[in-house]
């Protein structure tokens, strides 16, 4: 029962471009989102948030974009660095908010090629 | 920069034992969370923990589970009595609210149990 989906185990982008990772998911009480990323021995780091009311949610170089009708997420990284080389978590919730009981999707390996 | 700390890093145990994780959460939160990745699988939500008692669990945090704010400052996870499955990295978070605000991860304790 995958509640949220990462469909790309693994996605390899030149340096400077734009990198795109997606996310759908199936519950439609959903209504907070969240990207982490993680490195090898580290735990989950916080990248960047969207609550349902909202489409659109930029800090820098991360834009997450949420298709509420489509169930669907993703997460712009522009341009890419080789420090972005890590693997991405889309995470969801349906408590308005916060941790509480997140629904993490598998992740995504994204390699940052020179 | 505040963080999540989680001792031991690593934890080796024969299966039947019981194992104590440990973490320090950030001082001024007020939510708290345990979740574990076995290896190869996505991050699954544990427990959530708050004013001392727990306000949210998952079906895997079954009786052989339980949490403990033992004082001001830590938040313990207890596997009364380690089974093979139960090897995986475990993730204490915490939060300042639950409303809007991310949950910040400690490093993770990897248990491996023998």
């Known amino acids: 029962d995958q509640q949220v989906k990462q469909n790309s185990p693994s996605l390899s982008v030149q340096e400077g471009r734009i990198s795109i990772l997606n996310c759908d998911y199936t519950?439609?009480?959903?209504?907070?989102f969240l990207w982490y990323k993680k490195y090898p021995a580290e735990g989950p780091t916080f990248l960047i948030s969207?609550?349902?009311?909202?489409d659109k949610n930029e800090d820098g170089r991360f834009t997450v974009f949420l298709n509420k009708s489509a169930k669907h997420l993703s997460l712009h990284i522009v341009p890419s660095q080789p420090g972005d080389s890590a693997v991405y978590f889309c995470?969801?919730?349906?408590?308005?908010?916060?941790?509480?009981?997140?629904?993490f999707g598998k992740g995504t390996h994204l390699i940052i090629q020179p | 920069e505040p963080e999540v700390t989680q001792t031991p890093s690593h934890q080796v145990t024969q299966m039947g034992q019981e194992v104590i994780l440990r973490c320090v959460p950030i001082?001024?939160?007020?939510?708290f969370y345990w979740y574990r990745q076995i290896l190869g699988q996505k991050v699954e939500f544990l427990v959530s923990?708050?004013?001392?008692?727990?306000?949210?669990k998952s079906e895997i945090f079954d009786d052989q589970f339980s949490v403990e704010r033992p004082d001001g400052s830590n938040f313990t996870l207890k596997i009364r009595s380690t089974k093979l499955e139960d090897s995986a990295m475990y993730f204490c978070?915490?939060?300042?609210?639950?409303?809007?605000?991310?949950?910040?991860f400690g490093q993770g304790t990897r248990l491996t149990v023998v």
């Open positions: 995470a969801a919730s349906d408590s308005g908010g916060g941790a509480d009981g997140l629904t």
């Open positions: 519950n439609s009480m959903f209504d907070y």
């Open positions: 969207i609550s349902s009311i909202k």
């Open positions: 001082s001024n939160h007020l939510y």
């Open positions: 923990f708050y004013n001392n008692e727990i306000s949210e």
């Open positions: 978070a915490s939060a300042g609210q639950v409303m809007g605000t991310e949950a910040f």
